[in-house]
DNA sequence: ACCTGAACACCGTTCAAGT
DNA sequence: ACCTGAACACCGTTCAAGT
């Protein structure tokens, strides 16, 4: 995180320059707006202000705010597999495992939902044009189709086509995170704690060898 | 749907006023704006320039932007909810009727991807504030649970907490929904279709008794 | 190369004024 | 009651100009 200290605009002197990496501030400034803010929230002049940047400045990095929120949405999905991989190998190459990449999943989701929704949501037009990250989001998707191959070669899990497999679990946990963070399940209640546990149990149940 | 003829904005007398039920056309033109639009391309002034009225003319109706959304999110829940109905009955209440349901629900999604971004977007903040948004919302899901206890007399599937089972199904079919309007799936392949077929077997299998 | 400020074409919303 | 146009405070983006 490149910040002013104290998070405060820096003063600038005249005719000073950023210089320090402006493509990193900038994605670092606009996943903290996201994340306080939505994407809605997301101005390219409150950005530019935050850093003590002109407005504009950011157009050297980015060809416009699309790509800027990309840049975002990338990072997600990096941070994101990491989570995935990190909860698989805590709890062992397993079920156990499994059940935790499923909770990774969901305390990202939770945790930072404007960041999850700007991943997902097709604010990235056309994404023929980003690369990277269609890249970056199957990587994280691949962490879920390795993850049902190991449990495959074990015996835990019914010898589908993996990928259809893993597509399926992913549009269970996408599903529950989805109504979690857009409020569709009861606030103030628990309920998605309870739901996350009755599916994971029906998951299970639905993946089973025979 | 209240069109002028041609689909062209109308020409408009000075002094003349709309005098047909203006808030209804409102929606309407909201709703077609969303559809080809999408959200972020809808605009209070090209609305009204589509009715042939003020851009303010429609501050009458609606308090602001947000609460004509959440009217066009509304007749979207209601629309789902007939949807699943017809579907259920269609197919005689049973087995059948479920999975039509699930068919239903997808067809709806993805004939009108960007309305139903608008139902569960969170474009509405606190819905609170919306009550009858959140009833329609809740009379759809409400469609879902009754199809989960008129199975659950028949011994179709488990006798768990019904809303419980029937968010979990909600969880399965919203998720393949998000992911094949949000471009996650591989294009061009078949794959939501695939993948629709897929997990409605594998559903069939998690909420099967024992 | 990198940054700047003025300018342009948009927004949603408010408000005094009209019928 | 219902509608209007001007005005206000915002946007993203472009561009000639600076270092």
Chains 1, 2 share one sequence.
Request: charged letters at 25%; glycine letters at 10%; proline letters at 3%.
């Amino acid at each position: 995180m490149v910040s002013s200290r104290g998070g405060r605009p820096r003063r600038k002197r005249a005719g000073q320059y950023h210089h320090g990496d402006l493509r990193r501030a900038l994605i670092d400034q606009a996943l903290r707006t996201i994340d306080k803010h939505g994407v809605e929230g997301l101005t390219l002049r409150a950005v530019g202000e935050a850093l003590a940047v002109s407005r504009t400045a950011l157009y050297r990095h980015f060809s416009d705010k699309q790509s800027l929120i990309a840049a975002v949405a990338r990072e997600g999905f990096r941070t994101l597999r990491l989570d995935l991989l990190a909860a698989w190998a805590r709890e062992g190459h397993g079920e156990a495992g499994f059940q935790a990449m499923g909770q990774a999943y969901l305390a990202f989701a939770v945790a930072r939902p404007s960041h999850y929704r700007v991943m997902f949501g097709r604010f990235v037009e056309s994404k023929a044009c980003d690369p990277e990250l269609v890249q970056e989001a199957e990587g994280a998707f691949q962490a879920l189709v390795d993850a049902v191959v190991a449990q495959q070669r074990e015996g835990l899990v019914r010898r589908d086509d993996p990928v259809m497999l893993a597509r399926f679990v992913w549009s269970v946990v996408h599903g529950i995170a989805m109504l979690t963070i857009d409020g569709q399940l009861p606030p103030d209640d628990g309920a998605p704690g309870r739901l996350s546990r009755y599916a994971s149990e029906r998951l299970r149940a639905a993946v089973a060898v025979e």
